[in-house]
């Protein structure tokens, strides 16, 4: 039968709105002509934009090693004389279990990240999550539930995951505060709830990266955590810590900042995940909170209930093998409990520490003779450095970024998306002066990887300063 005329096509769902594609995206979209363009140059293309760990400390091998000698203390823990008997831990990795995954190893990180922050933590209150960005996900999901309009607070900058999914709720708003060097300005921060609340918006939670800020490059003070904290409890807001470089950190260990889960675990909802300090492909990630929120009918219940039950309708079972290989992470090579997970970090940490220094020196030998022009910020933690060019003819936008490629060979990430859409209103040059310059990734290791990253930053230099309209590094 031939279709009629005014039949649509195509599903009609006028109430869907296409979301716009992540600045991270977008890149990896363009990049594969952006780099053909520089090879026919002769250009070596030099990766400061991605944010993945670096492949010298992903290694999986020595991980899956340490894995099963773990699955055999196991067996051997239950004692089974049978060859062919199934192991408890074998069973339980293949078969149904509860949303909250094995309990040894939400017991094995409570005990080992709570020694580590100073907070003591409830194993039954430990909710498995696919990564931190499960975590936002399953947050967002608890508040936009009833379908009432939501606003978040979050930094102006913030990470784009957290923007994709607030905004994919046509009900949400967003409310950005912007930064200085210690954190969000906490005048700002006050201003923005409460223009929220007036036009008509339950306001939650504020979302923030604290440490290794990704985008910001920096991370936020303990005295400004503090006041931030009393304003959250002022205001009757949560505190969503997303935390993925905690363990990223490069100050002494008596200069670590304390997270907002160990200054306030009832008004903090903490999520952890293991990319960074273990491996990312398993996702293994914890929420956490000690919060309680009064329901519609009066009673106030924990917040972990609410969870809970997003977690058991969104994906009801984790991979138990993956917690318990994660279990395996928390154990050292005698198959005891670690005192702390910071010799771990300490491995990837020689890595990043090593490219961080190299970068933050050449910044220095080649671009601090103009500080009129150029400027960086300095990370704590994390895998990055927002670089500023000071000068008003430098426009940090696609086209900047696609001649960095085209022209130098540099993979660069433009500051601009991640600036929510309320702080470009307010300012339409927000981040239009800005790069995320990342030190975490290239495809070599040893020497070959300082090698590289030196050849890298050293050319961005070349690049910023041809582009301000200074003479460019002599003989590059």
């Known amino acids: ?202 306001v939650p939670l504020y979302y923030t990266v604290p440490d290794g800020h990704n985008p910001a490059g920096f991370s936020f003070s303990e005295q400004r955590r503090r006041e931030i904290v009393a304003l959250a409890r002022e205001e009757n807001l949560l505190i969503l810590e997303d935390a993925p470089y905690i363990y990223i950190n490069y100050a002494p260990a008596s200069e670590r900042v304390r997270s907002f889960l160990s200054l306030a675990p009832d008004r903090t909802v903490h999520l952890f995940t293991g990319s960074k300090i273990g491996l990312p492909g398993p996702r293994v990630g914890f929420i956490y909170t000690e919060a309680t929120v009064q329901v519609a009918d009066g009673d106030t219940v924990p917040l972990t209930s609410l969870l809970l039950t997003e977690a058991s309708a969104d994906l009801l079972l984790h991979n138990p093998e993956a917690l318990r290989g994660f279990e395996a992470l928390l154990h050292d090579e005698h198959m005891q409990l670690r005192d702390s997970l910071w010799p771990v970090a300490e491995e990837k940490l020689a890595v990043y520490r090593d490219n961080r220094e190299i970068m933050l020196s050449l910044f220095d030998e080649y671009l601090s003779a103009y500080p009129d022009y150029f400027s960086w910020t300095i990370p704590a933690g994390g895998f990055f450095s927002v670089f500023t060019f ?82 460019g590094i002599q003989g590059h």
């Not at 952006?34 to 140059?41: D, F, G, V, Y």
């Not at 944010?51 to 823990?77: C, M, N, S, W």
């Not at 539930?145 to 939501?150: A, C, D, E, H, I």
């Not at 990734?441 to 050293?458: L, P």
Request: charged share 25%; glycine share 6%.
């Open 390 to 471: 000071r000068h008003d003819d430098v426009t940090t936008d696609e086209a900047f970024i696609a001649r960095l490629v085209s022209e130098y060979g540099i993979v660069a990430i433009p500051m601009n998306a991640f600036y929510p859409e309320d702080a470009r209103r307010r300012n339409p040059r927000a981040g239009l002066d800005q790069l995320r310059l990342s030190f975490c990734f290239s495809e070599s290791t040893g020497e070959a990887r300082r090698r590289d990253m030196t050849e890298a930053v050293t050319a961005f230099c070349h690049a910023a300063r041809i582009e301000s309209g200074l003479p």
């Open 1 to 202: 039968m031939a279709q009629q005329e005014d039949s649509p096509s195509s599903l009609v769902a006028p109430d869907i709105r296409l979301q716009p594609v992540s600045v991270t995206r977008k890149m990896a979209a363009s990049l594969p002509h952006l780099r053909e363009t520089a090879q026919k140059k002769g250009l070596k293309i030099h990766h400061l934009g991605a944010g993945y760990p670096h492949p010298e400390v992903t290694d999986p091998r020595g991980f899956i090693a340490h894995q099963a000698a773990y699955f055999d203390h196991l067996r051997d823990k239950e004692g089974l004389n049978d060859p062919d008997a199934l192991p408890e831990y074998l069973r339980e990795a293949y078969s149904y279990t509860d949303t909250l995954g094995p309990r040894p190893a939400r017991e094995a990180f409570a005990t080992v990240y709570g020694r580590d922050w100073q907070v003591e933590i409830d194993p039954e209150r430990l909710i498995p999550s696919i990564g931190a960005t499960g975590g936002i996900s399953l947050t967002c999901s608890v508040f936009e539930r009833p379908g009432k309009p939501v606003a978040y607070i979050t930094d102006a900058p913030t990470y784009a995951g957290f923007l994709a999914r607030a905004t994919l709720n046509q009900k949400a708003a967003i409310y950005s505060v912007e930064m200085d060097e210690h954190g969000p300005i906490v005048s700002r921060f006050r201003e923005q709830v409460r223009a929220a609340r007036a036009d008509g918006y339950f």
